[in-house]
């Protein structure tokens, strides 16, 4: 009713309480509520009800890309129930739209960029290449900025699977560079989490601390105000007129979003500092094969790639693996494992079990065949000897 009070008087109060009723509905919606939606007229009042709040939002609030989100998520259910090429396309535009944001939660965000990511690349839209490295650019803000401990160990999964989508999408491509570029990102990220080493804003710390902890602060402030139960919902006011904190909210927003653009900037013009928070590029990676082939391993569902680097190479050069599947890794993987803890456990007692299954043979040559072969092959360094390091992930 105040959508439609404010179509009709065009007053900023009615803007405010329709969005804060909205806002209030959507917080008390379970997580897969859009999926229960079978009646198609009920999906469609619900979208037009959700395209009419999106127009009401302005640009700069944190509810925006959440808003964009939803209707994403409205169409790609009318999709699923009545398949079309209209809806489908139509979600990945609010999902583009709620990913490109300059504010609001990086998590958010980076959820709706993946969405969009596997949207297009399902769809063999031009633009996959475009959402998965926005998806993977707000990686820094999603691990490395404004979360907790709890919060980035819980986001590694599916960075993970991220990098993995992202990496196969740009080998089939050929944009072998750019699939390099984005495994040595996550690869960074999640071991860097993983073995808790130093962060980019450690280093930063190291040379200018007080530019570290404006950064680090406004980062804390702007999650705070797109997430926390301390930020003001859409609406919510303490003063006679509604619709003051909601613009003032929009305001704050776009003022806090700007301070941290201007400070990242102030960052990258310190010495050694030009690339933080961003992956590295080929050419700096192909440093790494100064001396000796590097090879990064792909891991795919079905199959898996590597990538290899060349001493005094330009290029990067790709190799398909279409025998390692994710389910060998894994077993390969967990085999080691077991094999390891045993000879530990049988070196500590100074016995050995007789009939003990011994996996270590069995995952040697599952790697050896799968893997490590068919690289030394393509290379034309299986009859000879060479020394490679091999980084699988």
């Keep these: 009713s105040y959508l439609s009070r404010f179509e009709a008087n065009r007053q900023p109060e009615d803007i405010a309480k329709a969005v804060d009723h909205l806002q209030q509905a959507i917080a008390h919606t379970p997580e897969g509520h859009y999926k229960e939606y079978t009646d198609p007229m009920v999906l469609e009042r619900a979208i037009e009800a959700q395209i009419r709040a999106v127009s009401l939002v302005p640009d700069g609030h944190s509810d925006y890309p ?26 990945a535009i609010s999902f583009e739209l709620s990913a490109k944001s300059q504010v609001g939660h990086p998590r958010h965000r980076f959820k709706a960029a993946h969405a969009w990511a596997m949207m297009s690349f399902k769809l063999s839209l031009s633009d996959s290449l475009e959402a998965f490295q926005v998806a993977i650019d707000l990686i820094p803000q999603l691990i490395w900025l404004g979360t907790t401990v709890e919060d980035r160990y ?11 989508q992202a990496v196969a999408a740009a080998i089939g491509a050929e944009k072998h560079g750019l699939a390099l570029e984005w495994l040595e990102q996550g690869r960074s990220v999640v071991w860097g989490q993983t073995l808790q080493l130093r962060t980019p804003l450690d280093d930063l710390s190291s040379v200018s601390s007080s530019l570290a902890q404006e950064l680090q602060k406004t980062a804390d402030e702007l999650h705070r105000a797109s997430s926390g139960p301390a930020a003001p919902r859409i609406g919510h006011t303490t003063s006679l007129d509604p619709s003051t ?26 010495s050694g500092f030009e690339r933080f928070m961003l992956p590295k590029t080929t050419s700096e990676l192909l440093r790494a094969a100064a001396t000796h082939p ?5 891991i795919q569902e079905s199959h898996s ?26 077993t390969a993987r967990i085999r080691m494992r077991h094999s390891l803890n045993g000879r530990g456990s049988y070196e500590r007692r100074g016995v050995k079990i007789i009939g003990e299954c011994d996996y ?21 360094y299986i009859a000879s000897i060479y020394t490679f390091v091999c980084i699988i992930r």
């Design 66 to 91: 959440g808003f964009y989100s939803r209707l994403g998520r409205l169409y790609l259910t009318r999709a699923e129930h009545s398949p079309g090429v209209v809806d489908l396309a139509s979600a």
């Design 154 to 164: 819980k986001n590694l999964p599916q960075l993970g699977d991220l990098i993995q």
């Design 245 to 270: 904190s909601f613009e003032q909210a929009s305001r704050n927003h776009r003022s806090m979003a700007i301070k941290y653009e201007r400070l990242l900037s102030e960052v990258r013009d310190i």
């Design 294 to 298: 590097v090879v990064v391993v792909n």
């Design 305 to 330: 790639d590597a990538l290899v680097l060349i001493p005094g190479s330009s290029d990067v050069q790709h190799i398909p693996l279409p025998d390692m599947t994710h389910d060998k890794a894994e």
């Design 360 to 380: 270590f043979p069995q995952v040697l040559a599952t790697l050896w065949t799968d893997l490590v072969k068919p690289v030394l092959k393509e290379l034309g």
